[in-house]
């Protein structure tokens, strides 16, 4: 089973209370977007996004131009269902973050569990290059932390602390905050996330 097809069977098998990651409110990803004050007509773009939450909160905070990137269509398509109508506001991809091929730049670029899925050196690499060519103003990216989960719906994941994400990220972004939350999952288990918010640095 590639990929994709792992992704596909998880949303087609499990229900949103079935999963750990499920977040009713997205407190901590809404927060670390809000203290950018980025424009909210700028782009904004969520990777891993599934049938997440936060789609929901950014279309009533009044940001105009959403993007939500998912490996899964079954996952999208529980988004939108969700939302009716106003599902044709967004902008939905289909597509492994790996193999995307933006049309156009992001303001802001939201990763809350997807990047650490990525365990060889040269897909994080690929994912970081990705990341510094078409982000114009910040990142907010949440990961497991040093103390939370080694792996997550099966597959192995790559844990990081606050120091370890700037290093990856430094030469294209420099850390505004860091932040490590607890995540309580729908079935009463605890998860040791970090938040790390990062600006694109400014050229001489």
């Known amino acids: 089973m590639n990929k994709k097809q792992y992704w ?20 901590t990803s809404l927060d670390c977007i809000n203290a950018l004050t980025v424009d909210k007509k700028l782009p904004i773009i969520d990777i891993g996004g599934g049938d997440s939450y936060l789609v929901d909160v950014l279309l009533e905070k009044g940001y105009t131009d959403i993007s939500v990137l998912d490996i899964s269509e079954k996952a999208l398509q ?6 009716g109508s106003r599902s044709n506001e967004v902008t939905w991809i289909v597509s492994d973050v790996l193999d995307f091929t933006p049309q156009k730049k992001y303001a802001v670029w939201h990763d809350r569990a997807s990047f650490h899925f990525l365990t060889q050196s040269e897909d994080i690499l690929k994912y970081t290059q990705l990341v510094n060519q078409v982000v114009s103003n910040a990142l907010v990216i949440g990961t497991f932390s040093t103390s939370g989960p080694i792996k997550c719906s099966g597959l192995p994941i790559t844990q990081y602390n606050c ?25 009463d288990t605890l998860q040791n996330f970090i938040f790390g918010s990062l600006q694109k640095r400014t050229k001489e």
Not at 8 to 27: A, L, Y
Not at 164 to 176: A, P, T
């Open 8 to 27: 596909e069977n998880v949303f087609q098998t499990k229900k949103p209370n079935e999963v750990s990651w499920t977040e009713k409110h997205p407190k």
């Open 163 to 187: 120091a370890h994400l700037s290093k990856n990220f430094e030469g294209e972004f420099e850390m505004l905050n860091c932040v490590e939350v607890t995540h309580t999952t729908p079935f």
């Open 78 to 83: 529980r988004a939108q269902d969700r939302l």
